[in-house]
């Protein structure tokens, strides 16, 4: 396919300019998608405010060989319109992308644990993305949206696996008692996780509102109101042992701090939320209460994408997460600016195609 699109292109802080580009080639085992929706989070709107950190603008991704002015854009579905030497895509079919990419011949590969390969890079944060028209995609990380599912809730399936990936991270076990820390769009996507994969008593917290409503239709247990002594009332609930497994997934100040203050002796904390200051950790209390401090980072695509998919399709997440669908020519004042001063307590998707 020859001729140019409209994208959105990164050439700096608080520099997007929309182009036209031409459109890009697939090689061999890459389909060649339009996009139909693409979701903005946090990363992008900290790469537009302050970076590039993870854009290669002035030096080279020892990865993905890219360098210079990007396309963002790592939460996309579309339609294949072609594909070159694979039969892992086919025209015509509508797709999500897992957007990260791995070369399969590593030991992290070989471990099963993809999302820390070796050669790992990201579609819209290490090479280019899905804010455009077209883009194009290594075919073994398309998995296939189910008949029915609504682009508008298919969209959040990348996100979406990332929290089903920190799901499995946090080792909950059923009847655990769990809190998650945060109800914004990634913790929500956690909360969502844990019911997919476990039967546990869910405590969440945020700020009261509507996110804190939305949790409990998602199957929080129970909620609690950031104003309060969210650490005394995790204790009294639990007898003064505390929680078997606290989930950080805001990245307040004070957060990582209440997260080890209300976790059981023995249990675990799992970091989902990158704080803007360094927490400060009390080793002692860690390594003397035997805590497990965690981690968690993207998702691993042949285990979470295809189930993230099929959460959307069975249940409400899409429907009570979804704030607004956008054209491109309105990313940076009807998305990333509203994204950036806190106004938004879901998703905003990307429509390529949509003229404002």
């Known amino acids: 396919?020859?001729?140019?699109?409209?994208?959105?292109?990164?050439?700096?802080?608080?520099?997007?300019?929309?182009?036209?580009?031409?459109?890009?080639?697939?090689?061999?085992?890459?389909?060649?998608?339009?996009?139909?929706?693409?979701?903005?989070?946090?990363?992008d709107v900290t790469e537009w405010a302050k970076g590039p950190a993870m854009i290669p603008l002035a030096k080279r991704h020892p990865a993905s060989g890219h360098l210079g002015p990007m396309i963002p854009g790592h939460e996309f579905v579309g339609e294949v319109v072609e594909a070159r030497g694979t039969t892992e895509a086919r025209v015509g079919q509508?797709?999500?992308?897992g957007a990260g990419v791995w070369c399969g011949a590593c030991d992290r590969c070989a471990q099963g644990r993809t999302n820390v390969c070796r050669r790992y890079y990201t579609l819209g944060l290490n090479a280019h993305g899905g804010?455009?028209?077209?883009?194009?995609?290594?075919?073994?990380?398309?998995?296939?949206?189910?008949?029915?599912?609504?682009?508008?809730?298919?969209?959040?399936?990348?996100?979406l696996a990332v929290g089903l990936h920190a799901a499995r991270r946090a080792g909950v076990r059923d009847g655990d008692r769990v809190?998650?820390?945060?109800?914004?769009?990634?913790?929500?996507?956690?909360?969502?996780?844990?019911?997919?994969?476990?039967?546990?008593?869910?405590?969440?917290?945020?700020?009261?509102?509507?996110?804190?409503?939305?949790?409990?239709?998602?199957?929080?247990?129970?909620?609690?109101s950031a104003h309060d002594d969210v650490v005394a009332a995790v204790l009294e609930t639990t007898s003064g042992e505390g929680a078997d497994v606290v989930i950080e997934a805001s990245g307040a100040p004070g957060q990582y701090e209440n997260a080890l203050a209300m976790v059981a002796t023995g249990g675990r904390v799992l970091a989902v939320g990158l704080p803007k200051e360094k927490p400060a950790v009390d080793m002692f209390a860690l390594a003397l209460r035997e805590i497990t401090l965690d981690s968690t980072v993207a998702h691993v695509c042949g285990?979470?994408?295809?189930?993230?998919?099929?959460?959307?399709?069975?249940?409400?997440?899409?429907?009570?997460?979804l704030d607004d669908v956008i054209p491109l020519d309105r990313l940076v004042d009807s998305g990333l600016e509203r994204l950036a001063d806190g106004s938004v307590d879901g998703k905003i998707l990307v429509d390529p195609t949509a003229r404002g």
């Open 1 to 43: 396919m020859t001729g140019t699109m409209r994208a959105a292109v990164y050439h700096g802080a608080r520099d997007i300019r929309f182009e036209e580009v031409p459109v890009p080639e697939p090689r061999d085992g890459e389909a060649l998608i339009a996009v139909r929706r693409n979701g903005i989070c946090g990363t």
């Open 179 to 224: 809190v998650v820390i945060g109800a914004g769009a990634i913790g929500t996507f956690v909360l969502a996780g844990l019911g997919h994969l476990h039967t546990a008593e869910v405590t969440v917290i945020d700020l009261p509102g509507p996110k804190l409503a939305r949790a409990l239709e998602l199957g929080a247990t129970h909620t609690l």
């Open 303 to 321: 285990a979470d994408l295809r189930p993230a998919l099929e959460i959307l399709s069975t249940g409400p997440v899409g429907r009570l997460l």
């Open 131 to 159: 804010l455009a028209e077209y883009v194009t995609v290594p075919a073994y990380t398309l998995r296939a949206v189910p008949d029915g599912l609504p682009l508008d809730h298919a969209g959040m399936a990348q996100p």
């Open 94 to 97: 509508i797709v999500a992308a």
